[in-house]
């Protein structure tokens, strides 16, 4: 989740300088706190600043490759039209689109500052090819692929378009008060001009559903992630700390208690879900910052919600045709999802 907090109460040049400080001595985490350092420099005002970090991480002299290129190169979009760069902004987005990420985030960005910069037919038909690409043939749409729809809904609303599957997909999706249909009304703005009370209170209550659902996604700007040993991880793990051993009797036990976890929180409605990568030496780094003793199984929670908060974890469900989480090369479905796609 990106930084919202207005500039008059959060001093986001110094924010920023943070956080790329934080990024020297955590390279591994270098992506997302560098992404979070450009927002606040967005927010600053000082969208060169930002944009200079973007090329930071996508210059081929960076130390490790991105785990999502397109995010940064959307992102970097969407400042650059900010500040009178249309005809780069333009080219980047066409090439986001053209590399087809399997990520929403990539498509929602570049779509909404087509938006932003009213190309509401350029903005549909990215929002479009998000949907079509994601969440064809997927009975369940990710958390993260409703803002995509949301997205959608709003561009067909403002162009006079019918409702369609996926806007009544939206709609089911959509839990607040105040209909999608409603909050995207194009009339909407015209009620911001009049004199008369009833339209003034129709527009508050609006806004408060609006804010509601703002504040609900800010509620979870991480995933509820699942913390994954790879093998050779775990076999270090226990033979370091033996009184672990308790807690993952076999590697197999310990992907397939992940898998099932997973979905027994799905099946309960818990959303935005995500596994993370546990590594030894994060782990024995971790423990000593809470001054406990790695041998202590309550701390490998907290360890999976710190290590989510800095933004490693990896959604789950995967996306149709992504890799499984496990690590183990096959696409999910022919792997710890085969149980779930031969059921859709």
Request: glycine share 6%; proline share 8%.
């Amino acid at each position: 989740m990106r930084p919202d907090t207005p500039a008059e109460n959060v001093d986001h040049a110094a924010e920023a300088a943070r956080l790329e400080r934080t990024a020297g001595l955590y390279p591994e985490d270098a992506e997302a706190l560098l992404l979070r350092a450009a927002a606040h420099l967005e927010l600053s005002g000082d969208r060169q600043a930002a944009t200079t970090l973007y090329d930071r991480l996508l210059s081929t002299d960076s130390p490790a490759p991105l785990e999502n290129p397109s995010l940064v190169r959307a992102l970097k979009a969407s400042n650059l039209w900010e500040y009178d760069h249309e005809a780069e902004a333009r080219a980047i987005i066409d090439g986001v689109r053209a590399a087809s990420p399997r990520d929403p985030a990539p498509w929602v960005i570049v779509a909404e500052a087509l938006e932003s910069h009213d190309e509401l037919e350029a903005a549909h038909e990215t929002f479009t090819e998000g949907a079509r690409l994601l969440l064809t043939d997927v009975p369940e749409p990710p958390y993260s692929t409703h803002p995509l729809l949301y997205g959608r809904h709003r561009v067909r609303r403002m162009l006079g378009l019918a409702h369609d599957e996926w806007d009544t997909l939206a709609d089911t999706l959509h839990s607040m008060p105040v209909s999608l249909d409603e909050l995207h009304d194009p009339k909407r703005v015209w009620s911001l001009g009049s004199d008369n009370p009833a339209d003034l209170e129709a527009e508050i209550s609006r806004l408060r559903a609006e804010l509601g659902a703002y504040r609900e996604a800010l509620s979870r700007p991480f995933p509820v992630a699942m913390l994954h040993w790879p093998a050779d991880e775990l076999r270090e793990l226990t033979e370091a700390y033996p009184s672990l051993s308790s807690e993952y009797p076999s590697y197999d036990d310990h992907l397939a208690s992940i898998e099932r976890a997973l979905r027994e929180l799905a099946s309960s409605g818990t959303a935005n879900l995500g596994v993370v990568p546990g590594t030894v030496p994060s782990y024995e780094a971790f423990a000593a910052s809470e001054g406990a003793s790695p041998a202590d199984p309550t701390l490998l929670p907290q360890y999976a919600t710190t290590l989510a908060a800095r933004g490693l974890a990896v959604a789950w469900p995967p996306q149709r045709g992504a890799a499984c989480w496990c690590g183990s090369g096959r696409t999910y479905g022919e792997c710890h999802g085969e149980d779930a796609v031969g059921n859709r």
